[in-house]
C-alpha cells in the first residue's frame, strides 16, 4: 500500500560561483512523491512479500528564509523512527546473508 | 667437582633450558571477526569480493556498508540520504560513476551529522568543525569533493538532478572510532559508557524516543575546593562547574535548542533515573579538559502509559518530564 507523502524540503540556493547560473530565491517546495519503501531493500518490482505501509503523515510547514546553509529535510520524528527501523531491519537480514555465505562456506 | 664449576655447570644447564622452554606469543583474539576468524585465505578472499547492492532512493536510511546506486528516472530536485553507524563507528563515503550537470543545477552535497527541520545534530557547539567545513559539494571540486568521512555515527547526503538517466554510485562504509563522541542511538533501547579523556569538548548522545535513562556511573573531574564563589552561587544547576552530565529533552535535534531537564556535578555511584517524554532525549557530557570523564547509563522506550503527564494550561512548550 502506498501512501501519499508530502516532502517539505527548505531549499536557499548557494552563492553563484563562476561557472552556476543564478539560482532562484529561497523558496519552500512541496513536494508529493508517492514512494514505496520495503523492508530488505531490492528494487520493488522484485521484493517479495507485501509493501510495507510506513508513511502514515507528512509534514507541511510554511516556510521562511533560512540564515543557516541551506539544505533541511523536513521530516517528522515519526517517519524518521519507520526508515530507521527499516535500515536496522535491513542490516540485520543483510548480517544473517553473510552468516550463511560464511557457513556454507565451511562446507565446501 | 669444585662449587664454582658446579654454579658454572648449572648457568649453563640453566640457558640450554630457556632455549627449549615454550614462549610466550601474543594471541591476537579479534573477536570482532567472529565467524569470518574462521575461514582459510582463499574463503576470505572470496567473502570479500562480495559487497551489498542496492538502489539508492529519494528519501533513504542506510545503515549497511554498501554501494547504492542511485538513477533518476525524472527530475529529482529534493533527495536525501540518512546514514547511520553503530556508536563507537564513523562513516566514511564515497562518490563513484557521478553522471550530474552541475552547471544545470544537479548538485550532491555530503554534510557530517544529520539535518532536520533546518536543526542539525551534532550541533555548533558540540561539533569541532565549523559549519561551512561539514559541507562537502561535488560540484565545487568532484576530486576533492567526491569522498567524505563523518565526525561521528552519523551523515547524510542531498543531491538534486534535474535530468532523468542522471545519477551516481555511493559506496558507504564505517570505520571503528575508538572514542566516539556526538552519538545518535540507532535503537530506543540499550546501554552505553561515553569517556572523555583529557579532552576539552561537549558530547551528546541523542535518542529520539521517548525514554527513561538511568545513569549507573558517573565519574566527573571535581573542583579544587568546595568553596562557592559568589559568582558561581548566583548559576544555576552545574554550569558554574567545569565538569558535568545534563540531560536534555525537545521535539528537534539540536542540542543547544533543547531544554535541559537536569545535571549532574559530582561523581556518582548509585543510580539515578528519568523519564523523558520528549520526542528527543539527551544525555550530554561536558567536559573541561582537565579530567578523564566517564558515564555510563541505560535506556529504555516509554510506553505510552508511561510518558509522563503534561502540565495543564502550560504555556512552556514542552515535553513532558519526570
Known amino acids: ?36 519503501l520495503r523492508v530488505g531493500g531490492g528494487s520493488p518490482a522484485s521484493s517479495k512479500g507485501g509493501d510495507r505501509a510506513l508513511l502514515q503523515e507528512g509534514g507541511v510547514e510554511k516556510g521562511k528564509r533560512s540564515e543557516e546553509p541551506p539544505l533541511s529535510l523536513d521530516l517528522t520524528f515519526h517517519l524518521l523512527r519507520e526508515v530507521l527501523q527499516m535500515a536496522r531491519n535491513e542490516r540485520l537480514n543483510q548480517q544473517a546473508s553473510s552468516n550463511r555465505a560464511i557457513m556454507d562456506s565451511f562446507g565446501k | 667437582m669444585s662449587v664454582a664449576l658446579r654454579a658454572q655447570l648449572l648457568l649453563f644447564l640453566i640457558s640450554l633450558s630457556s632455549r627449549m622452554g615454550l614462549s610466550r606469543y601474543i594471541q591476537d583474539i579479534e573477536s570482532a571477526d567472529g565467524l569470518y576468524s574462521l575461514l582459510n585465505l582463499d574463503q576470505k578472499r572470496e567473502s570479500e569480493d562480495f559487497i551489498f547492492r542496492r538502489p539508492l532512493r529519494c528519501l533513504d536510511m542506510l545503515a549497511t556498508d554498501g554501494s547504492y546506486t542511485f538513477v533518476a528516472s ?39 551529522g544529520w539535518v532536520l527541520k533546518g536543526e542539525k545534530f551534532p550541533s555548533k557547539q558540540d561539533h569541532e568543525l565549523p559549519l561551512h567545513q561539514r559541507y562537502t559539494d561535488y560540484c565545487s571540486s568532484p576530486a576533492t569533493g567526491a569522498t567524505s568521512r563523518s565526525s561521528q555515527n552519523v551523515a547524510m547526503i542531498f543531491f538534486r538532478l534535474h535530468s532523468a538517466d542522471s545519477g551516481f554510485t555511493l559506496a558507504v562504509k564505517k570505520l571503528h572510532n ?117 558515564v555510563s547509563f541505560q535506556y529504555r522506550l516509554l510506553e505510552q502509559r508511561e510518558l509522563p503527564k503534561t502540565q495543564e494550561n502550560a504555556l512552556d512548550n514542552f515535553c513532558s518530564v519526570e
Open chain 2, 74 to 112: 525524472r527530475p529529482q530536485l529534493a533527495c536525501a540520504a540518512f546514514i547511520l553507524a553503530e556508536p563507537s563507528e564513523v562513516i566514511s563515503l564515497e562518490l563513484s560513476d557521478v553522471n550530474i550537470d552541475c552547471s544545470a543545477g544537479d548538485f550532491i552535497k555530503m554534510f557530517d
Open chain 2, 178 to 294: 575508538p572514542f566516539p563522541c556526538n552519538i545518535m542511538s540507532q535503537s530506543p533501547e540499550g546501554s552505553f559508557t561515553m569517556v572523555l579523556p583529557h579532552q576539552r569538548r561537549n558530547c551528546s548522545f541523542s535518542i529520539i524516543y521517548p525514554v527513561e535513562i538511568q545513569l549507573t556511573d558517573l565519574s566527573l573531574g571535581s573542583a579544587k575546593s568546595n568553596e562557592l564563589s559568589p559568582k558561581r552561587q548566583l548559576l544555576s544547576g552545574c554550569s558554574g562547574s567545569g565538569d558535568y552530565v545534563e540531560l536534555l529533552g525537545g521535539n528537534g535535534v539540536d542540542t543547544s535548542l533543547m531544554f535541559p531537564v537536569a545535571d549532574l556535578c559530582f561523581s556518582l555511584s548509585g543510580l539515578a533515573q528519568m523519564k523523558i517524554g520528549c520526542d528527543n532525549s539527551v544525555v550530554r557530557l561536558v567536559s573541561s579538559g582537565n579530567y578523564i570523564n566517564r
Open chain 1, 1 to 36: 500500500m502506498k501512501l501519499l507523502l508530502w516532502l517539505v524540503v527548505l531549499l536557499v540556493p548557494p552563492r553563484p560561483t563562476d561557472c552556476l547560473p543564478l539560482l532562484p530565491r529561497p523558496l519552500l517546495l512541496h513536494l508529493g512523491e508517492e514512494l514505496s
